[in-house]
Nanobody
Framework: QVQLVESGGGLVQPGGSLRLSCSAS????????MGWYREAPRLERELVAA???????NYADSVKGRFTIARDNAKNTVYLQMNSLKPEDTAVYYC?????????WGQGTQVTVSS
């Protein structure tokens, strides 16, 4: 059973930082793209950042310059370093991965930016 398990969410003040991690486990042959999406109340789920197996990255305009996505292929893990957090970054963050040609989702982790 392939699973994506996220960690690292929480409550942080505006201007603060958080680092999210997501590890894939189970019987895995290959992972193509990995990424992070977020879903805020009353809004649709949106792409935050994505990274290919070769390291090419893509970011939402709203997080460029503040968030950095990285991955460790040996550990089947993707990270999202979030700096200069704003209240509008508050959302449930979901890990996403293309594993053996099937899209998988994590369970989500809450990120709350508030003073």
């Amino acid at each position: 059973q392939v699973q994506l398990v996220e960690s690292g969410g929480g409550l942080v003040q505006p201007g603060g930082s958080l680092r999210l991690s997501c590890s894939a486990s189970g019987m895995i042959f290959s992972i193509n793209s990995m990424g992070w999406y977020r879903e805020a109340p009353r809004l649709e789920r949106e792409l935050v950042a994505a990274i290919t197996s070769g390291g090419s990255t893509n970011y939402a305009d709203s997080v460029k310059g503040r968030f950095t996505i990285a991955r460790d292929n040996a550990k089947n893990t993707v990270y999202l370093q979030m700096n200069s957090l704003k209240p509008e970054d508050t959302a449930v963050y979901y890990c996403n991965a293309d594993i053996d040609a099937k899209v998988r989702w994590g369970q989500g982790t809450q990120v709350t930016v508030s003073s």
